[in-house]
């Protein structure tokens, strides 16, 4: 068994695991950052659409600060959002001199992607920016197991290629793994993106917070046969959205807010999804009127011509549309540095929880990941270099012996593993009942049925196979994370941004103005309470 030693180990290849290995590098850190994809390549930065909030300085910065937090419903950390506001120009400037292709246009940043990959172009970017760092990069790993103890922090993770178990110790961990939006049924994330970041700093003495808050994009295109992606929130404002009947859906419905997909997309999506799976309707946007000029009415729509007017034909007849999981918005709790509850465990990007509150503003995803990753890895750094040299034999271990304990686990049945299976099934519980409309009924029955899926992913026939020994861990991860976001659901009596309760319509600031939050207690049960703002 190989074991690895760093001063800084980061967990995930995307943009904020990325700057925040730069950052931890620039200030004198051994680092090495571990992906359990090809590197940057699946991460929800690349399927982005690669426009980044907050890219101008003075009153871009006031504006950009104010629409966080009307977006947030009220429960944003309002630090957090603060510092968003404050830094995220000083931080955009950097990708530009790193060599992003990009322009600037009322306030964001549009990276030049190709679609429907907008952002490969920036994790191009700091892919070369991390390398030319002397950033150590493996890919192809699934962690399995963080363990963080007094000076030390520690991984187990699974070689998909080789099938080797591995482990790894650091003075400072970064977590960096992502959010969960691959759990529901329509996604617009990676197929991988199932949450496994949660459960793990969970386990390692993290706490989570707002996990029930999952918000959804309204304008994924539906056709048949074809691949879903975003159509971008200015280009739905200038189309007719209507559904079968000819109805007006912003209309209908009584949005006001634009650009709809943009400042309402909670709303948005709450009445597509009415539309299309309680009323049985199609709901159809027609972009046939829009002139050269609105298709170029700013970067991403434009760059959207070829792919969306011409390969999916919207020139030349409407196309259907439904909504799609997009972005988690609770997550790991952090401080301003992103420090967590567990010391040395320091996390960044969409695996965290606060920074949005209840519903995140377009574009405030990608900003997240340079300035947050920026300082998780200078906190982490500091960390590594304040600390004394750990006594890492009793971690390694542990490590050791959770590797012993999971590779014994073969004993065969008669049934052979099916995770795929398990996997989609999960997914349609979550978007059937645990997704856009909530209520106490269906949100029951989901949980009743995830838990049984997570009793038969923990009774899985491991074997031999390593792409399936990962398949079967990230269903295990997917499985305890769908659990968590369907009891900050059931929790959570109201409605406020992207958390719809139709038995509890109404937002409820008397009694939930504030925080759901979860931890193990030292017998590894889970305590929840509520922390009002």
């Not at 990325?18 to 930065?45: Q, Y």
Request: glycine share 12%.
């Amino acid at each position: 068994m190989e074991h690895f030693t760093y001063d800084v180990l980061v967990v995930g290849s995307g943009a904020a695991g990325l700057r925040a290995a730069i950052a931890a590098r620039e200030k004198g850190a051994e680092v090495c950052v571990i992906s359990k994809g090809s590197l940057g390549k699946t991460t929800s930065t690349l399927l982005s659409g690669g426009a980044f909030a907050g890219a101008q300085e003075g009153a871009f910065q006031d504006k950009h600060l104010k629409r966080t937090l009307q977006a947030g419903r009220g429960i944003n950390q309002r630090e957090l959002a603060e510092i968003l506001a404050e830094e995220g120009p000083l931080r955009l400037k950097e990708l530009e001199a790193w060599g992003v292709k990009a322009e600037i246009q009322d306030g964001y940043l549009f990276s030049k992607g190709r679609p429907p990959i907008w952002g490969e172009e920036i994790v191009r970017c700091l892919l070369r920016k991390t390398k030319a760092s002397g950033v150590q990069l493996i890919g192809g790993l699934e962690v399995t197991h963080l363990k963080v103890q007094e000076g030390a922090t520690g991984v187990v993770a699974h070689s998909a290629l080789s099938g080797n178990w591995l482990t790894f110790s650091s003075k400072a961990l970064v977590l960096a793994t992502g959010g969960a939006g691959a759990l529901f049924l329509r996604h617009d994330n990676p197929q991988r993106m199932l949450g496994e970041g949660y459960f793990l700093a969970l386990e390692a003495g993290a706490l989570l917070q707002d996990m029930e808050f999952v918000q959804f994009y309204p304008l994924g295109v539906a056709e048949p046969g074809l691949p879903s992606f975003l159509i971008s929130p200015r280009l739905g404002d200038l189309g007719r959205l209507f559904n079968s009947h000819g109805e007006e859906i912003l209309e209908k419905h009584g949005i006001h807010e634009r650009p709809a997909a943009l400042k309402a997309r909670d709303k948005l999506s709450q009445a597509i999804f009415k539309e299309i799976y309680r009323e049985g309707e199609e709901v159809l946007l027609d972009l046939r009127g829009l002139t050269e000029e609105e298709w170029r009415v700013d970067p991403l729509s434009a760059s959207s011509r070829v792919i969306l007017g011409e390969r999916y034909g919207a020139i030349h007849r409407p196309v259907h549309v439904a909504p799609m999981a997009h972005h988690t918005m609770g997550g790991v709790r952090i401080d301003s540095r992103g420090a967590t509850s567990a010391p040395g465990l320091f996390a960044a990007g969409e695996v965290t929880g606060g920074l949005h509150g209840a519903n995140r503003m377009g574009g405030n995803a990608l900003t997240e990941t340079q300035v947050f990753g920026a300082r998780a890895g200078e906190a982490a750094a500091a960390w590594a270099k304040d600390s004394d040299d750990p006594d890492s034999q009793s971690l390694l271990g542990e490590l050791e012996a959770f590797v012993l304990k999971s590779a014994s686990n073969k004993t065969r049945s008669d049934t052979k593993p099916n995770s795929a299976r398990l996997k989609g099934t999960l997914r349609e519980i979550l978007w059937n009942d645990g997704g856009i409309l909530r209520n106490q009924q269906g949100l029951t029955r989901a949980l009743n049925a995830v838990k049984a899926i997570q009793a038969e992913a923990f009774g899985l026939y491991l074997g031999d196979n390593p792409r399936e020994v990962q398949r079967i861990f990230e269903l295990r991860f997917a499985s305890q994370t769908a659990a968590i976001i369907l009891q900050g659901a059931i929790r959570r009596e109201e409605s406020r941004g992207a958390h719809f309760r139709e038995d509890f319509p109404d937002q409820d600031d008397e009694n939930w103005r504030g925080h759901l939050q979860v931890c193990l207690s030292p017998k590894g049960e889970q305590v929840w309470t509520f922390q009002a703002i």
